[in-house]
């Protein structure tokens, strides 16, 4: 497939897409709530399988309603958004202006607005000194949760924007291959839902397509290239690709796109959630993918379905030989996922593999894969 065409739609001047689907992936009984997500494209917007969809979000009205009542104001104040255009705060607040996670930055701002006289409590986040303190302040809290416990400080609506954050697209990794969906774009989507201060949270981006995008409505969205995750030029290579959780998603893509254009190579896919009868997403896809060949090896590991926790890089142990075999064949390795500890575990367990197929030493390991970052055949998208 030809590369991403010329960004004619960006985030800064988004396309705005139909919702086409937007179903739960995961079961009733599941602690996750991830959605499959199916937007329109305009003929001529195309992406490559390693791509990302950005999502330009707004905030939920009823957030947007609490922090004008907790600031006094009525929404219909007139300010000027970061290009100097004016708008009404309601609008602002809707669609400019970050309310969601506080930021530490936003506190500093925050407490500058008062002058000579920061209430005790507030001065005690502020500074090099109380890095830490303020960090877990912020943590699970948003700007009303700031409003409310410090209120009366901002006097002019326009000053809202020096202190809340933009409001920023969010990344997606795309979840399917063009040529089997022409205009179309799909997304694994985990609903960010948490109960943190006594309130419940949700993700401004995940929350708006959990629970503001029915089918038939419209987000605007702008896709994204990233050239640093794509499948072998060669079209025989195997690849070996690790997506747990939503690091499923752009795998989807590659199996999708390697069946739609008949391509050789062996695939291996190892998937991991937490329990199989809730959180096994795309499982009849993968199952059939299994079944007729596409899929060479389909590896799971449901963490919590028995009692000792297993994960992904334990399927990669087990089956060590045949993966050593797999790269000695020139397969290429893919990660998509959790950045803080799955993709570091992985790694781990990915030269232990090559260490001991190759009967070599650590070092020895850590020179083949630095080889096969070289050569483009270890590649990850971490979030
Ligand atoms: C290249 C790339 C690809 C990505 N692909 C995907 C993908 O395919 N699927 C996917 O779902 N996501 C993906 N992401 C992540 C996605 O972009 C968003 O970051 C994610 O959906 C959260 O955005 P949000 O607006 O819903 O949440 P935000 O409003 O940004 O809130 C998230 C924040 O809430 C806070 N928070 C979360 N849980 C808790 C808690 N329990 N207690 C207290 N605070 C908490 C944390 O500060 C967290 O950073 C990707 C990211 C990148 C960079
Ligand atoms: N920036 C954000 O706001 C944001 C938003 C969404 C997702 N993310 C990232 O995306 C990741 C994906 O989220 P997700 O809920 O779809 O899946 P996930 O949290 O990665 O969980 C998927 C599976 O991986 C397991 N796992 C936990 N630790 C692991 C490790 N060290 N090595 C291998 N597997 C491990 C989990 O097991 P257990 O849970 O049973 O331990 C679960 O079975 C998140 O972890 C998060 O880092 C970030």
Known sequence: MSETTHAKYTRNQPYLSKVLTNQRLTGPESEKETIHVELELEEGMTYTPGDAVGIIPTNREEQVESVLKALGFSGTERVLDHYKVEISLHEALTTRLGIGKLARGSVNQYAKLCGETVPEGLKGLLGPENKALAEEYVWGREFLDLVTEFPGVVKQPQELFNVLQRL????????????????????????????????????????????????????????????????????????????????????????????????????????????????????????????????????????????????????????????????????????????????????????????????????????????????????????
């Not at 919590?304 to 994960?311: A, L, W």
């Open 168 to 383: 920023t697209p969010r990344m997606y990794s795309i979840a399917s291959s063009q040529t089997a969906h022409p205009n179309e774009v799909h997304t694994t989507v985990r609903v960010i839902k948490y109960h943190a201060h006594n309130l419940d949270r949700q993700g401004v981006a995940s929350g708006h397509l959990g629970e503001r995008a029915p089918v038939g409505s419209t987000m605007p969205i702008f896709l994204h290239e990233n050239h640093a995750f794509r499948l072998p030029e060669d079209t025989s290579a195997p690849v070996i690709m690790i997506g747990p959780g939503t690091g499923i998603a752009p795998f989807r893509a590659f199996l999708e796109e390697r069946q739609a254009t008949a391509q050789k190579g062996d695939n291996w896919l190892f998937f991991g959630e937490q329990r199989s009868v809730s959180d096994y997403l795309y499982k009849e896809q993968f199952l059939r993918m299994h079944a007729d060949g596409l899929l060479t090896n389909l590896h799971t590991a449901f963490s919590r379905d028995q009692g000792k926790k297993v994960y992904v890089q334990d399927r990669m142990q087990e089956n060590a030989a045949e993966l050593y075999a797999w790269l000695e064949r020139g397969a290429y390795f893919y990660v998509c996922g959790d950045a803080s500890r799955m993709a570091k575990d992985v790694e781990l367990a990915l030269l232990d593999v090559i260490a001991k197929g190759s009967n070599g030493t650590l070092e020895h390991a850590n020179e083949y894969l630095a080889a096969m970052k070289k050569a483009k055949r270890y590649q990850r998208d971490v979030y």
